[in-house]
């Protein structure tokens, strides 16, 4: 589904390398994790796949069922079926959850040559998607994320990927700032979401999250490259050994640099 | 070599000999109290400190006529301006003149008027009340106004009585083949515990020149509350300069909107006075501008007595060369303590060549009060438009929805369905122009 070959990006109009040649292949059905410390370009990447302007890609592709993806818009590569569940939601003022959703879904379908859904259909399919992640009605009448909790905002990144039902979805630091009752109704809401057809990128910085959300596949990003790869205990490892002893490891077995 | 030294003044713009001929004594004596006002009163220029920023060469370039000598056109079928909350209290005037055929009034409370004031100009509001607020010092525009006016709409409320539906005040501009002047003016008197909501609407139906000079003059007496919408849609060639004031007494509430859609160059000088003890008012303005437009807004709010509530929220969006000026003065008082006042100038600007200047004012001489101001200058915020864009819209989408978003606060304080649609209507237009 996803191939990452060789990812490089810099900020847009800078020389620093954030990404140093990414390789990252996920297929249907899988749920990853990228784990990694802070500045380790984990967000980056999320970001650089969803297509923000911000980052400028300098060598590598990223192909999405084939297609080259690099120089594709944000807006087109949702249409495609990508998701960023930001690590910040933006508040919106002025703008419904209810608005913004309708928007979006109608502009993918459009763009998928599916049918668009007029006002009531909409209603009738957004009110089915509100208990993926426990929301009440009138969540869907406030405006994006304004003065939101930090939780609410994650669960309404949580409700948009559900209502949006992208087929791979990158989750930015999905878990931080969530309280223990929050992580569980976002990850009950996540694993709801996810199946065969569809996959997952979790980017979190804690083992918290894969307690409730099992992976796949576990992989340690660090100064800009994904240096590991391997199933669920290697984040346990990690959480044992921390990223040092990791980092100090692979340099002694001639992995890093 | 004798020289002549001509006086700039408003007539200096003005072709031919300002004529009114109403029947109403007190009228007349406003028509006279003008025109001598008028001949001694300097046009502005950008020395005067009210005047700096703004480019008056929409009125400068200009001889304005009397429209009768303007050749205008008919005015035509308007019945789409019709706000169907508000079909049996209008009152129409084409160029500044009343269209009895066009106004509809009827099923108001009784002693309720509202018309054209050349009918009642022996009543006694129009007498006791008629241009008693109105002094701008030094100002040109007023006095044309008075110097001009003929017909004049009238709007009084006896006591405690209440009229429901909206009243629409329709001023509307036909194209003409000269550049011409109209002086539309409104004169509404409020008794004790009156309530009424008054549409203002000022609109262009051609793309032609003209000069728009209302004036409009609110006298709410105790524990009267209104509601007063001013809507400008001009002609995009057109200046209107307005003269808005309003006078409140105790307990008293005055609400005013004014939303700037049209005119080449908008300056609006909206007042409120304080005359008692524990009012309320807003003085809120919403301006969407570009191509060169120009709207200057100049507001005070007068505290002149304790305990008055006030707030003022000015939003703009400005795109292509367009400017806008705000100067938001707010007075209060020597012994005007426990004033609560709240200023917020909010300006978007959508491109790299539009201008924003903006000045709060504040002359507090009272000790106990809280008066707050804010001015904000900003584009579009990139995160917002990324997030909106990354779910699928495109980025010209995204940024339309931001800014739709950023005007529709000032749009639902509306109150009045079919105006708060219209409005939405005219933020999309402007947020989707190609």
């Not at chain 1, 006002?119 to 009448?141: R, W």
């Not at chain 2, 000598?69 to 301006?81: C, F, L, R």
């Not at chain 2, 000022?202 to 007496?221: C, M, Q």
């Not at chain 2, 790299?352 to 804010?374: M, W, Y």
Request: proline content about 3%; hydrophobic content about 40%.
């Amino acid at each position: 589904m996803l191939e990452i070959k060789n990812l490089h990006a810099v900020v847009e109009g800078e020389d620093i390398e954030i990404l140093k040649g990414v390789n990252l292949k996920v297929n249907a059905g899988e749920i990853h994790a990228i784990m990694g410390p802070n500045g380790s370009g984990k967000s980056t990447l999320s970001k650089v796949v969803s297509g923000h302007p911000e980052y400028e890609v300098t060598e590598g592709e990223i192909l999405f069922n084939g297609e080259d993806i690099t120089e594709l818009d944000a807006d087109e590569r949702a249409h495609l079926g990508l998701f960023l569940a930001f690590q910040y939601p933006v508040e919106v003022p002025g703008i419904t959850n209810r608005t913004l959703l309708r928007e979006a879904y109608n502009t993918i379908a459009r763009a998928n040559d599916r049918e668009e859904l007029d006002p009531l259909e909409f209603e009738d399919y957004i009110e089915s998607k509100l208990d993926v992640i426990d929301m009440k009605d009138e969540f869907l009448n406030r405006s994006i994320n304004t003065g939101f909790s930090g939780g609410e905002k994650k669960k309404n990144e949580i409700f948009q990927m559900a209502v949006l039902n992208p087929v791979l979805s990158f989750l930015d630091e999905t878990d931080s700032g969530l309280d223990i009752d929050a992580l569980k109704v976002v990850s009950d809401g996540v694993n709801k979401i996810a199946n065969d057809e569809n996959a997952i990128v979790m980017i979190t910085h804690y083992q918290r999250l894969l307690n409730y959300i099992k992976p796949d596949f576990v992989h340690v990003m660090m100064d800009g490259k994904i240096i590991k790869s391997g199933d669920i205990s290697l984040a346990e490892e990690l959480e044992a050994n921390g990223y040092d002893k990791m980092e100090k490891e692979l340099a002694l077995n001639g992995e890093a640099q | 070599m004798s020289e002549v030294i001509q006086k700039d003044t408003m007539l200096s713009y003005i072709n031919g000999e300002i004529q009114s001929n109403a029947n109403s004594v007190a009228i007349r004596a406003i028509n006279v109290r003008g025109k001598d006002a008028l001949e001694n009163t300097p046009f502005p220029t950008r020395k005067d400190e009210d005047w700096r920023f703004i480019d008056l060469n929409a009125i400068k370039k200009n001889r304005f006529t009397s429209v009768s000598y303007a050749n205008a056109a008919e005015v035509g079928d308007i019945s789409k301006h019709y706000l169907p909350e508000a079909l049996n209290t209008r009152l129409v005037f084409v160029n500044g003149i009343y269209n009895e055929e066009l106004s509809s009034i009827s099923d108001l409370p009784n002693h309720v008027i509202v018309g054209n004031m050349s009918e009642y100009g022996d009543h006694d509001a129009v007498k006791e009340h008629l241009g008693t607020i109105t002094n701008y010092d030094d100002d040109a525009f007023a006095p044309f106004n008075d110097a001009a006016f003929e017909d004049a709409a009238f709007i009084y409320l006896p006591e405690e009585t209440s009229v429901e539906a909206p009243i629409h005040i329709l001023n509307l501009f036909t194209d003409a083949e000269k550049a011409f002047y109209a002086t539309p003016r409104l004169l509404f008197v409020g008794e004790m515990y009156s309530k009424a909501t008054i549409i203002e609407e000022h609109i262009g139906l051609a793309n032609n020149v003209y000069l728009n000079v209302p004036v409009t003059e609110f006298r709410l007496f105790a524990g009267a509350h209104v509601h007063h919408a001013r809507i400008q849609r001009d002609s995009k060639q057109a200046a209107h300069v307005s003269r808005p004031i309003a006078m409140i007494d105790r307990n008293a509430e005055y609400h005013s909107y004014t939303i700037c859609l049209g005119a080449k160059l908008f300056r609006n000088d909206p007042r409120v006075i304080q005359n008692a003890e524990e009012v309320d008012f807003t003085v809120d303005g919403l301006v969407l501008i570009d191509g060169d437009q120009i709207a200057d807004t100049h507001s005070i709010m007068d505290h002149r007595y304790a305990h008055g509530n006030s707030h003022q929220l000015h939003k703009v969006v400005v795109n292509d060369n367009a400017h806008s000026i705000f100067n938001g003065k707010i007075f209060v008082a020597k012994d005007a303590q426990k004033i609560d006042s709240f200023q917020e100038n909010r300006n978007l600007l959508l491109s790299d060549d539009g201008k924003v200047n903006t000045k709060p004012q504040l002359e507090i001489f009272a000790d106990d009060v809280r008066c707050s101001h804010g001015a904000t200058i900003g584009h579009l915020n990139d995160e917002e438009v990324f997030y909106l864009h990354s779910r699928g819209l495109t980025e010209q989408k995204s940024r339309e929805l931001l800014v739709y978003a950023f005007a529709l606060e000032s749009v639902e304080s509306m109150e009045v369905e079919s105006v708060e649609k219209l409005l939405l209507d005219e933020v999309i237009k402007y947020t989707t122009r190609d």
